[in-house]
């Protein structure tokens, strides 16, 4: 807790008045300094404790509204991220693309060239070809049966021939289909020597990774489309949190290259733990950005709902060394006040919540707690030190 500015003027006059009692005191006798302290205790003689006024409090229970601390990463679902490859390979012809480019559906990315795409529409033509003349020899072949005129070895074998050249044609028409080339067009015997390859879905270039003349191959990502519309926040949730999520609750997500607050709502909770033993929690953005760039860092705050927590006035916690302390009288005859190690979580109004782990049993010190003048006996403990 940093100190306030009331705080601070009233710790430069508690110092003020500190010189003064001292000064006071050695015009009166010499002796061995009256205020005595450690690393973490300061004893206060009793003009200093006149002038401080300390005021001792104990932990008192609030309901406050708990949160979980977490970390996540914005992400897309899977199906609004592509990636563009050559299902055939080929020679990269023509590509206009940038890597941020806007693209909508249907516009085309690549274009491709390469021998093999000739050869395929030239099979698929001698095929349909083949597949005309041996439907008519089948045809012929059944009237013949039906007139008890040829073998019906001779009907079986034309049909096994028919079948089987009407399923190579409808292969190579899938084959053509996957390069974006309609067979049909290939009626009037018109052979394409390049194909196009189109974007499906609306969305942004994010990565591309070819040049012109580059030869891909069906295992190189050639570019990749996304879709940031529909943008979800995966959050890593520790294991001893896990229990207190629920699908519905609202978290506040703060991306690091941004100090906006946006809101989540959980959509998702993961069943399994990663190595670091966490788990990945699915949230839905209340409102959708598409100037959000997936892959981007953010801090959570997981709302939980109140719960009834240990607090201490707000300026009871000090900070130092880099720590939160509270100061707890120890020795009430000597005036001596120790710090004593705590962790914060949530605040509400004057009150935060607090937790003093294993460092000392609250029973030996609730109600011996400062909870006023705790920096004043801080900047003393500083400037004896």
């Not at 010499?30 to 001792?56: D, F, K, R, S």
């Not at 609030?62 to 914005?74: C, D, E, F, R």
């Amino acid at each position: 807790m940093k100190p306030t500015s009331t705080q601070f003027f009233s710790s430069i006059l508690f110092l003020f008045q500190l010189l003064l009692v001292s000064c006071g005191s050695k015009e009166q006798s010499e002796g061995p300094p009256q205020t005595a302290t450690t690393n973490n205790e300061v004893a206060l003689t009793a003009a200093q404790y006149g002038v401080l006024h300390l005021e001792l409090g104990g932990v008192t229970k609030h309901n406050l509204s708990a949160s979980i601390q977490a970390t996540g990463m914005l992400d897309v679902p899977p199906k609004n991220l592509v990636s563009i490859s050559a299902p055939l390979g080929g020679f990269v012809k023509r590509t206009e693309l940038l890597q941020g480019m806007k693209v909508q559906r249907g516009q085309i990315l690549i274009t491709l060239e390469h021998p093999d795409y000739i050869q395929l529409q030239q099979d698929y033509l001698d095929g349909k070809s083949q597949l005309l003349f041996s439907e008519l020899e089948f045809h012929r072949q059944e009237e013949l049966a039906r007139e008890n005129i040829n073998a019906q070895k001779t009907l079986q074998q034309s049909k096994s021939r028919f079948l089987s050249l009407k399923a190579q044609v409808e292969g190579l028409a899938a084959k053509l289909a996957m390069i974006h080339i309609d067979p049909a067009s290939l009626s009037d015997g018109v052979i394409q020597n390049e194909v196009n390859i189109p974007s499906p879905i609306d969305g942004y270039v994010s990565q591309i990774s070819v040049n012109i003349g580059m030869h891909v191959t069906p295992n190189d990502v050639m570019l990749k489309i996304v879709d940031t519309q529909h943008l979800h926040a995966e959050v890593q949730v520790y294991e001893k949190d896990v229990p207190r999520i629920r699908v519905g609750q609202k978290a506040v997500i703060r991306l690091s290259s941004d100090a906006k607050e946006r809101m989540a709502t959980v959509y998702l909770i993961g069943k399994e733990f990663s190595a670091d033993r966490t788990v990945r929690v699915h949230c839905h953005l209340d409102q959708e950005d598409a100037s959000l760039i997936p892959g981007s860092y953010f801090n959570a705050s997981i709302e939980t709902g109140s719960e009834l927590v240990a607090t201490l006035p707000v300026n009871a916690i000090v900070n130092y060394a880099g720590k939160q302390f509270v100061f707890w009288e120890k020795d009430s005859g000597n005036k001596r006040y120790q710090l004593v190690p705590v962790s914060t979580s949530t605040r509400k109004d004057d009150f935060v919540a607090v937790n003093f782990g294993d460092s000392l049993l609250l029973k030996d010190i609730d109600g011996k707690i400062v909870i006023n003048g705790s920096y004043d006996l801080l900047n003393l403990l500083r400037n004896i030190e």
